[in-house]
């Protein structure tokens, strides 16, 4: 007993936070980061390109399209997104855990699960439907033939098919933190770096370092905070100017201008969000997440923008204010479970492999 007990000080010792840890740690989130942001925005042009080409003919085409890309995020990027988000947790705490060859089983798992509720969309554009099929297709090419998975290859076999239910318990819950999250250009950048933090939360979790995993999850805060202040002012000092990238109309110029700061606040607590949300996954809290994002987006989100846009007549304004207070609540929610998780326990309750 007293050896354990010895052995759990050093530990702490070692992983005491200091700024060469501090610092270590964020080069790493930050490495992780830098392409997921690259595809996340890459991903994301096709639809923003959409829109401004759009943008320029007339305001009805621009709310059709911003309507149609909408209902299609919805029903069906974000939700299949989402349900591959129980991969991070899976994934990323077997490789932690140096069990490599579960990350090949669990991706096709992951695959074979997402195939039986990936149905389509009907109307959906044919050049953006052929983009993302030859991207899947280019990434799967990739991950069969690189170097780089020869740890952990996609490997189909009927182990594959015995872990359809822990993936579904994991990506159901996160489905549902995704959807009810907001889909823009900016969530991508911010969603980059929570997967950064989800697979650094995931990978010290998995490999038996609680104190790493707290190390992870300040330096993911931190790059989030940082991120969105350097956002939020170059998109409030470039709000008369923002408008004309996406409509030639003086009033969709104008209007988008005076929308800017509440849109300003709004990229600060995705920021805040989509990395908490990230840590939550790396975590294995899915289920927490998604109560928590139901609960913030349709009990106090959705009331607040309804009364404010509708009865009070502040229209378009009245709805932001009110997806500005369901983030708010969201990420204090989900700061509150984090700034409370005793890591080393949390630690002790591993995914069993």
């Known amino acids: ?27 790493k989130e930050g490495f992780i980061a830098a392409p997921m942001v690259a595809v996340s925005v890459l991903q994301y042009l096709l639809q923003f390109v959409s829109i401004i080409m759009v943008g320029h003919l007339d305001q009805l085409s621009l709310s059709s399209v911003a309507i149609a890309i909408s209902l299609t995020n919805v029903t069906g990027f974000s939700l299949l997104s989402g349900m591959a988000g129980g991969l991070e947790t899976l994934c990323g705490q077997a490789f932690g855990a140096g069990q490599y060859h579960k990350l090949g089983t669990y991706t096709c798992t992951a695959m074979l699960s997402l195939l039986l509720v990936g149905l389509g969309s009907k109307g959906a554009a044919i050049a953006f439907s ?7 297709i280019l990434l799967l090419f990739y991950a069969l033939v690189s170097s780089a998975f020869e740890k952990t290859r996609i490997t189909f076999s009927m182990e594959s098919l015995l872990h359809i239910r ?19 250009l900016h969530f991508t950048v911010s969603y ?18 609680p104190q790493a995993a707290r190390v992870a999850v300040w330096a993911a805060m931190f790059l989030s905070v940082t991120e969105a202040i350097i956002v939020s002012t170059t998109l409030f000092f470039c709000r008369h100017v923002l408008g004309h990238v996406f409509s030639s109309e003086k009033p969709v110029v104008d209007y988008i201008a005076v929308m800017a700061p509440l849109i300003c606040l709004s990229v600060f607590m995705d920021s805040l969000q989509a990395v908490l949300s990230g840590i939550a996954r790396g975590s294995g809290w899915q289920s927490i997440g998604a109560y928590v994002n139901l609960g913030a987006f349709y009990l106090v ?5 309804v009364v404010l846009g509708f009865p009070l007549r ?16 969201q990420s204090a929610l989900l700061a509150l479970i984090t700034g409370f998780t005793n890591w080393s326990k949390q630690n002790k309750c591993p995914l069993n492999y």
């Open 1 to 27: 007993m007293d050896k354990e007990i010895a052995e759990t000080v050093e530990d702490e010792k070692t992983w005491e936070v200091t700024w060469g840890t501090f610092g270590r740690e964020m080069r």
């Open 166 to 184: 822990q993936f579904f318990r994991l990506a159901v819950p996160s489905a549902v933190m995704v959807c009810l999250a907001i889909s823009t």
């Open 130 to 136: 052929m983009s993302t099929w030859l991207y899947v």
């Open 301 to 305: 989100g959705l009331p607040v923008g």
């Open 192 to 209: 980059g770096f929570g997967a950064a933090a989800s697979i650094r939360v995931s990978n010290e979790l998995g490999a038996n370092n």
């Open 314 to 329: 502040l229209r378009g304004k009245g709805l932001w204010i009110g997806i500005v207070a369901g983030s708010v609540v």
